[in-house]
């Protein structure tokens, strides 16, 4: 495979996947036993430093080179995300940390705030729950509703009429189940 055609081919390929800006110079190439050709091209992305963007050719007989891939590929300098660690391990490196972080900062700031939160609950009285107007109570009741201000209105009334309007209901079952029981 001539060098020459395989540069143009795989910076092609790379303009294909990736803006002209990201591609940097050649920076060697590979070939495998089975012909494939590897060339590596820098890689100008910022946050991917020591990374090479690859294009695999391969040529078959007479045919004209073909492209196999474009990729980014780490190399030897590349930044890699650093090896997994369990969940559970990093929740006890954690809940040490917090630990060791507790006992830094010493008990007597722990203290002292809750000392604080205990003498703010101990000024409370009475008057603290009175009706003052707060969201929290409305017409002097905590949920909401004063049983001394409903009143037995109009409204009220009628619903003893859709009372009778239910055994009216009723009462036309009855006479339809006559009628079929006289058949």
């Known amino acids: 495979m001539d060098e020459s055609i395989a540069r143009e081919l795989a910076l092609a390929a790379l303009r294909e996947v990736t803006p002209d800006s990201t591609i940097g110079e050649p920076a060697g190439s590979d070939v495998s036993e089975d012909g494939v050709v590897s060339?590596?091209?820098e890689n100008r992305l910022a946050g991917y430093p020591g990374w090479?963007?690859?294009v695999s050719l391969a040529q078959v007989d007479d045919a004209p080179p073909t492209v196999l891939e474009v990729?980014?590929?780490p190399g030897g300098d590349a930044l890699l995300a650093p090896e997994w660690v369990p969940w559970a391990v990093r929740l006890a490196e954690y809940q040490a940390a917090q630990a060791a972080q507790a006992e830094a900062s010493g008990d007597d700031e722990a203290d002292a705030e809750l000392e604080e939160v205990l003498v703010d609950v101990e000024?409370?009285?009475a008057?603290?729950?009175d009706t003052d107007g707060s969201p929290i109570l409305h017409a002097g009741d905590v949920d909401g509703v004063d049983i001394d201000e409903l009143v037995e209105g109009p409204d009220d009334e009628d619903d003893v009429d859709d009372a009778d309007d239910v055994d009216d209901a009723d009462d036309a079952d009855d006479s339809e189940e006559d009628a079929d029981a006289d058949v």
């Open 39 to 41: 060339l590596r091209f």
């Open 52 to 54: 090479y963007w690859t």
């Open 71 to 73: 990729e980014l590929l």
């Open 123 to 125: 000024d409370l009285d």
């Open 127 to 129: 008057e603290d729950f």
